[in-house]
């Protein structure tokens, strides 16, 4: 461990003053990432600022929005009554992340923001665009089965980790910030990652120090249908070799709405909107479930290795459908 | 022997409660006064030269007190005997990617890893070969091992009676590098009084750590002292000494200082062996009936092109699994910049079956003879390898015990039959074999005036029970309370004890105990009738009995005396025995022997594999600890479906870096993985082999769920797969 100071701010006023004034300083929340992130020297924070304890956790809930805010532990948010009642499609892509113990420490805020797991991004020693600019992307050329097929560039094929993020996506939630030079901010989720193009250590679209204070998911419809297929390399404690979040608004037999949200295929949860299009307006046949989950992967750039995360993808689409329908 | 346990009982872990409540000692836990903590750099390259490197910054560094690199590290004159042929920090030379560069001493653990990241070093790289494609050209044959793994083997005329076969298969298999990742990373802990050492080692073989250390610092055995209270589980990476336990000792002396080492979880994947990919081409050769004629078993593994001592002997299970009168076997090492691989539960047979039971199961379908029953007309009648008869040979109960009690007979035959909503459910079985191993191995068994026993070996705890079942046999032949035994072991100055690796532990040290407690009741009873104080003075000590702590007169039970009593009166109050054991040729041979049987449910959508019923039969002796040995084989079906569907250590196809070096990102099972698991141990007791009985079992257990787990899979889905590990995308349909 390298040293670093460590603060607590008492307030988000503090938080915010402590973030604009410092150099090299870095949020740290529930920590199951951040530290992770030390110990594997990839990042190395002059000052840990613990938001921990501030005012930031709970969860809202009324007519017309679910707020879940920064600090709300992962296992909180997937236990909420109301949570499960209203939204399942979080709880269930909570559950199918990490482990219970992991979970019990996980912020909402922290978990969406999760650094990618790629694995030459986790290993100080090889070079990686998004740890180290310009010094290359050594996945491109290396092992690449679990890596990206959608939205990747020449630079980096980085996947974002985040169930939650994906379910999230699929709900069209979107983040309430902090800036440093105050006031709030509102941010899509859509908009909260950005695409590596070439520039993959420009993770977000967070302005430095900028903080999440919550996340809302609005209310559009009373009976929203969702599922949440997560295929991975063993039955828990694995990120998503694809992951697929679908939240669908069905009347009178017709898809009014769909939203497909896809982990562990691209740098952010993936819109599979060529496929969301294709849904609307149909009578979900499987035909027509088949023929969306087809389009789900349009645009997709495979490596060699990871080339049968096409197939894989559109078959998760097809089950997550076929389940928010069932 | 007094029986003390029933197989649905038996004793607890003796060092249970130590391990729960976190008393139990391993090597990193060790405390010294005046330590200092050493952190080791890795190479970044995997092959070429250390041309220049740069310590300031780390020298500088918050609580740093030396860096040592190949310039200022002393050199080694006697560095032979360790795991690994080449010892770091003695060169300049870059064999495998995180090869130790520097090592950091320091006054925190923490102090000395963040510096060894200030260490700068300059490379002459050249290109690695990091991939086995282009290792293969270079294959060669490697060198007999410990006179019975031969590099190859011939019996009649396999090509030929392959050529003429009726029904002929040509098989290739491929099966991972991959790690053993136990919990607790190697450790040392060294501190020198003089020119006298103690090491605190996370090792399964203290005794050669002693003898290897001696002869590394030149200095007698007698002023070493290796010590282990416990092991955070082996599976073969902590047979012996690594060059970082030698190194950590030698930097130990250059500071002055106690100096305790652990490696980083990524240094488990360089430096601390692993078992090596194979490639295995099998051709088999059978008559309509089923019955094999030919097999023809040539395999190639992975190896470091520095470091050729190691191969993994694939192809012998060919030699004595199943009857067949022509059998040619072939081993090949393919040369990579890689660390050194070591033995790893299960060796050998371990990546060997998986060849042999997937044929034979793909042959039982082109047949149309049921997979068990193929197995059956294939029973070895004796080991034509070393062409001796079986001491006992349970094969053919072991495949109709787990057929019957797992339901084979309600199987369909055909493929894919068997659904539930979205998934397939296969069923399908393989074999389990491994050597019965033996070795040399001796402990002393004493009683004191308190009728307290002990039992002292040179062995070490690796996880397995090895204090539990010492004790049941002390207690058993000495006819005292498990409560009375003690056993000491984890110093390597106690009576000489074995690797506690290759499963020979119970077999080896526990026949030591059985015969050093036999000896010691003997013993007993002469010191008795030598003795006018005592009320069996003057008989024939051979005439006596000794059972339930006391000896007795058979002819008159009112002249008795305890096993305390007796030893009250001796020199010491104590009287001991050692018990030695030497295996003897006895004209036949045994192996341990098992069958596994799997349900797979497969969701050929999404590729969702999981295992959903698993037994093991296994014929391994007689059971001297029931809880620990049903553990074992738990532990290693378990074992078997990481391998099965998981592991696999990837090295980087340009730099030859391990790319998965974490649990994060290597997966072992977690319990969601893990069915309900059923053990039978069948009746196979046989005291041919060693006096106790036993048979090997901690590793034939994890053979076999490999190919069991691989069958099943064709059985529910006809993808029939024969890469390991089988992943999702290789299900789809």
């Known amino acids: 461990m390298l040293n670093f100071a460590y603060a607590r701010p008492d307030s988000l006023e503090a938080a915010r003053a402590l973030m604009r004034e410092t150099d090299g300083a870095a949020f740290i929340a529930g920590g199951t990432d951040m530290l992770n992130r030390i110990r594997d020297g990839v990042d190395a924070p002059d000052i840990l600022v613990d938001i921990s304890r501030l005012d930031l956790d709970g969860i809202d809930f009324d007519d017309a929005r679910l707020s879940i805010r920064a600090m709300a532990r992962n296992t909180a948010i997937a236990a909420d009554d109301r949570v499960r009642r209203h939204f399942p499609l979080i709880a269930d892509a909570i559950e199918a992340g990490a482990s219970p113990q992991v979970r019990n420490f996980a912020s909402a805020a922290g978990n969406i923001l999760q650094a990618t797991r790629c694995p030459y991004f986790r290993d100080a020693a090889s070079p990686c665009n998004r740890r180290d600019p310009g010094s290359g992307c050594s996945a491109i050329a290396g092992e690449s089965r679990k890596l990206g097929i959608l939205g990747v560039s020449a630079f980096c094929i980085a996947t974002h980790g985040s169930d939650l993020a994906v379910a999230l996506a699929a709900l069209d939630a979107q983040v309430i910030t902090m800036p440093t030079s105050g006031g709030r901010r509102v941010l899509p989720i859509a908009e909260l990652h950005r695409l590596p193009e070439g520039t993959p250590e420009a993770v977000t679209n967070l302005e430095p120090g900028e903080m999440i204070l919550r996340i809302e998911v609005p209310r559009v419809s009373a009976d929203l249908r969702s599922a949440y297929v997560k295929t991975r390399d063993r039955a828990s404690f694995g990120y998503a070799l694809v992951s697929a979040g679908v939240a669908l608004d069905v009347a009178d037999g017709r898809v009014r709405s769909a939203r497909i949200a896809l982990g562990g295929v691209a740098p952010r949860p993936w819109r599979a909107t060529a496929a969301e299009e294709a849904l609307r307006g149909v009578s979900p046949s499987g035909d027509a479930i088949r023929a969306a989950a087809a389009l789900s992967t349009a645009g997709a750039t495979p490596t060699d290795d990871n080339r049968f995360k096409i197939d894989l993808t559109r078959r998760v689409v097809e089950r997550a459908l076929a389940e928010a329908l069932a | ?733």
């Open chain 2, 1 to 733: 022997m007094t029986a003390l346990t029933d197989l649905k009982t038996g004793p607890s872990r003796v060092e249970g409660r130590a391990k729960v409540t976190g008393t139990a000692r391993y090597a990193n836990d060790t405390m010294r006064p005046g330590m200092a903590h050493l952190a080791f750099a890795g190479a970044a390259i995997a092959r070429g030269r250390v041309t220049a490197i740069d310590t300031s910054a780390a020298e500088a560094a918050p609580g740093v007190i030396a860096v040592y690199t190949h310039l200022n590290l002393p050199k080694l004159t006697q560095p032979g005997g360790m795991r690994e042929a080449i010892v770091a920090l003695q060169g300049d030379v870059i064999h495998y990617a995180d090869q130790f560069i520097a090592g950091v001493v320091a006054e925190t653990p923490a102090a000395a890893e963040a510096a060894t990241r200030l260490i700068r070093a300059a490379y002459d790289a050249e290109p690695p070969v990091s991939t086995m494609d282009a290792a293969m050209a270079n294959a060669f044959q490697p060198e007999q091992w410990n006179g019975f793994r031969t590099p190859t083997s011939s019996r009649g005329d396999a090509d030929a009676a392959y050529a003429a076969a009726p029904v002929r298969i040509d098989w290739t298999v491929e099966t991972a590098m991959r790690q053993h990742n136990p919990i607790e990373a190697n450790a040392t802990m060294a501190e020198w009084d003089g020119d006298r050492v103690t090491i605190w080692n996370a090792d399964q073989y203290i005794v050669e750590t002693r003898e290897i250390a001696a002869r590394t610092f030149e200095i007698p055995e007698e002023n070493v002292t290796v010590l282990i209270d416990y092991v955070g589980g082996g599976y073969g990476c902590k047979v012996g000494p690594w060059p970082h336990t030698m190194l950590t000792a030698l930097i130990a002396r250059e500071v002055g200082r106690p100096v305790r080492m652990a490696l980083s979880r990524r240094q488990m994947y360089s430096s601390a062996g692993y078992m090596p990919a194979t490639r295995q081409r099998l051709r088999m050769g059978l008559a309509e009936d089923g019955r094999l004629q030919a097999i023809v078993h040539e395999s190639v593994c992975q190896g470091p092109a520095h470091d050729p001592q190691y191969c993994e002997w694939a192809a012998i299970p060919s030699r004595y699994l199943y009857a067949c009168e022509n059998v040619r076997t072939q081993h090949r090492v393919a040369p990579m910049h890689c660390g050194a691989p070591t033995t790893m539960r299960a060796p050998h047979e371990g990546v060997g079956i998986f060849a042999l039971d997937t044929a034979l199961d793909e042959l039982s379908y082109r047949l149309g003879i049921d997979p068990v029953e193929l197995r059956l007309r294939n029973i070895a009648p004796r080991d034509q390898h070393f062409d001796l008869p079986w001491s006992t040979n349970a094969q053919a109960e072991v495949y109709r015990t787990g057929a019957e009690a797992f339901g084979w007979s309600d199987r369909p035959a055909e493929v894919g039959r068997l659904r539930d909503g979205d998934e397939l459910i296969g069923i399908g079985m393989a074999s389990a074999l491994r050597p019965n191993t033996k070795t040399n191995a001796e402990a002393r068994v004493s009683i004191d005036a308190e009728g307290q026993v002990t039992v002292a070996s040179a062995t070490s705890e690796i996880g397995t029970g090895t204090p539990t079942a010492l004790s049941i046999v002390a207690a058993e032949e000495l006819g005292v309370p498990m409560d009375r035994v003690t056993v000491r072991m984890g110093d390597a100055s106690l009576p000489r004890a074995p690797f506690v690796a290759g499963s020979v532990t119970m077999n080896s040290v526990g026949s030591a105990v059985l015969l050093g407690a036999r000896a010691l009741k003997e013993r007993l009873a002469e010191a008795a009738v030598g003795d006018e104080a005592s009320p069996l003075f003057g008989l024939d000590a051979a005439a006596l009995v000794a059972n339930d702590g006391a000896i007795a007169d058979p002819a008159d039970p009112t002249r008795r005396e305890t096993f305390a009593s007796v030893a009250a009166r001796a020199d010491g109050g104590e009287v001991s025995a050692l018990g030695a054991f030497a295996p003897e040729q006895t004209g036949s041979n045994s192996r341990s022997l098992g069958a596994q049987f799997v349900e797979v449910r497969v969701d050929p959508l999404i590729g969702r594999i999981r295992v959903s019923r698993m037994l093991g039969v296994f014929a391994v002796g007689r059971i001297i600890s029931p809880k620990t040995a049903r553990s074992q084989a738990t532990g290693g079906m378990i074992w078997g479906i990481g391998e099965a569907l998981m592991e696999k250590t990837e090295l980087d196809p340009v730099t030859a870096r391990p790319v998965n070096a974490s649990f994060l990102d290597n997966y072992v099972p977690v319990q969601g993985d893990v069915p309900d698991i059923d053990v039978i141990f069948v009746d196979d007791a046989d005291t041919d082999p060693n006096p106790l009985g036993s048979k090997s079992i901690g590793e034939v257990v994890s053979t076999g769920v490999a190919p069991a787990i691989a069958n099943a899979i064709y059985h529910a889905t006809g993808k029939r797969l024969t890469r390991l590990p089988i992943t999702s995308e290789m299900v789809l349909g």
